[in-house]
């Protein structure tokens, strides 16, 4: 089956640096990726995602690229505030036609600790 | 409010009382999901539906866990004999199947198995 694995486990940066967290998957047929974000106590919230079929996408300060052939994804943060520092999750699913449009259940990766130092 | 909701937010429990937690999705979406999380690990999947059927069911869902949608709205997961090792946050998530399905999450139920 899948398997997503996820580095760095905790990361530090300073307000206005970048961040990058990276994350590797096995299963060559894994077409959705998306990241989520989980602050202490709630349940874990869509930031970006990205389908199989594109390289790169991006939404204000977040931006995440995918190498299908090294089968690798990244999440990118540019100008981190402090309200940015939660656990971040990567996942990976199969999305096909299964049961009239399916997408599979999500693999996640064990998850990042970004802290933003002001 | 229109995001999913899951009530209890918070369970304690004595080891081998069963107990039960809800889901409602967001309205229009026809899958819910189940997944589990522990301390320090990303979630892990349980179960999905897909309006009313039960579709899938991890390996980790052993004999004592049991769901339903008896409606195809709001969704209950049951565990019998509760033990230690359930103490986790259980978490919902729900979408609109099709090509850009996305599924999107409620805040959990935190159960904890004395």
């Known amino acids: 089956g899948e398997n997503v694995e996820q580095h760095p486990s905790t990361l530090s940066v300073q307000e206005g640096d970048s961040a990058v967290i990276k994350c590797t998957y096995s299963?060559?047929?894994?077409?959705?990726f998306p990241w989520y974000k989980q602050e202490l106590g709630k349940g874990p919230q869509l930031i970006i995602d990205?389908?199989?079929?594109?390289g790169e996408k991006k939404d204000q300060r977040i931006a995440v690229t995918l190498n299908k052939t090294a089968k690798h994804f990244s999440l990118h943060i540019t100008e981190t505030q402090p309200e940015d520092s939660a656990v971040y999750f990567c996942?990976?699913?199969?999305?096909?036609?299964?049961?009239?449009?399916?997408?599979?259940?999500?693999?996640f990766g064990k998850g990042t600790k970004l802290s933003v130092k002001p | 409010d229109t995001g999913v909701s899951q009530d209890p937010r918070h369970k304690i429990t004595k080891r081998g009382q069963n107990v039960t937690f809800r889901c409602d999705p967001i309205?229009?979406?026809?899958?819910l999901y189940w997944y589990r999380q522990t301390l320090g690990q990303g979630p892990e999947f349980l179960t999905y539906?897909?309006?009313?059927?039960?579709?899938?069911k991890s390996r980790l869902l052993s004999d004592r866990f049991s769901a339903e949608r008896p409606k195809g709205s709001f969704s209950t997961l049951e565990i019998q004999r509760t033990e230690q090792g359930d103490s986790a946050m259980y978490l919902c998530?729900?979408?609109?199947?099709?090509?850009?399905?996305?599924?999107?999450f409620g805040p959990g139920t935190r159960l904890l198995v004395l």
């Open positions: 998530a729900s979408s609109l199947s099709g090509r850009e399905e996305t599924q999107y």
């Open positions: 299963d060559s047929a894994s077409n959705y």
């Open positions: 990205i389908r199989s079929n594109v």
């Open positions: 996942a990976a699913s199969i999305s096909g036609w299964n049961y009239g449009g399916s997408q599979g259940n999500l693999i």
């Open positions: 309205s229009e979406h026809n899958r």
């Open positions: 539906f897909q309006n009313e059927a039960q579709l899938e």
